[in-house]
């Protein structure tokens, strides 16, 4: 089972790519105004299991310590190549995972961080700009039971951003968006150390196709 994980975490770690801005829903281009940002900084600390967080509205922007607390799997940030992380983290001495990983460079709103896997990590900042932080934008209103199959943003599905939680059985839930908001987890309902149970903030855009194999999940609308 161990040596299923680590091919699944080199798996992830492998195909990453780095692209600074973080993952967003695609919308037209309208002027926003400018509001003045509170710079005001604080300690902060949050732990993260699997899913995508954006920088000012998930988290704080921020210098961040990362620590591994549970399980093994891929973590990598939009900004990977800048001050950024794309490395698998656990708590086991495989010769594979990290623990610990220091200075960890968030500090630019929309940049983005993913946690693949099994891992539970532990971000923590003496300065963090918790002041900074402005609400999630999520067009979807709808919750959706998905047994195995195919699924079509637009016309299955709301376009917006979801927590996917497993609810029966075990198998794969991908999404051709996969490495850009999107998801490719080996999810399931049983305590073994392989599945996820729930995946966080999973970014569907208009005509993407979420495929389900081998277990029943629910989507729910992300806060």
Do not use: W
Not at 39 to 57: C, D, I, M
Not at 122 to 133: E, G, V, Y
Not at 150 to 172: F, Q, T
């Amino acid at each position: 089972m161990k040596k299923i994980l680590l091919i699944l975490c080199l798996g992830v770690l492998i195909t990453s790519c780095g692209d600074e801005k973080g993952v967003e829903l695609k919308e037209p281009k309208a002027n926003k105004k400018v509001e003045k940002e509170n710079t005001q900084t604080e300690a902060y600390e949050v732990e993260l299991s699997a899913g995508h967080y954006v920088v000012g509205v998930d988290i704080p922007a921020g210098i961040y310590n990362i620590t591994a607390i549970k399980g093994a799997g891929n973590v990598s940030s939009s900004n990977m190549y800048d001050g950024g992380i794309n490395q698998v983290m656990g708590t086991q001495d495989d010769g594979v995972s990290i623990k610990e990983f220091k200075n960890l460079k968030l500090d630019k709103k929309d940049i983005s961080i993913t946690v693949n896997g099994t891992a539970v990590i532990k971000l923590s900042s003496k300065a963090a700009q918790t002041k900074n932080l402005k609400p999630k934008e999520n067009p979807a209103k709808k919750e959706y039971t998905f047994s195995s199959g195919n699924y079509v943003v637009g016309k299955d599905i709301e376009r917006g951003i979801y927590d996917i939680i497993a609810v029966k059985g075990n198998g794969n839930i991908s999404s051709d968006n996969m490495f850009d908001g999107g998801i490719n987890e080996v999810f399931g309902t049983s305590g073994d150390e392989l599945y996820v149970k729930e995946f966080k903030n999973a970014y569907f855009n208009d005509n993407v196709q979420l495929t389900v194999s081998g277990v029943t999940i629910k989507l729910v609308p992300s806060k």
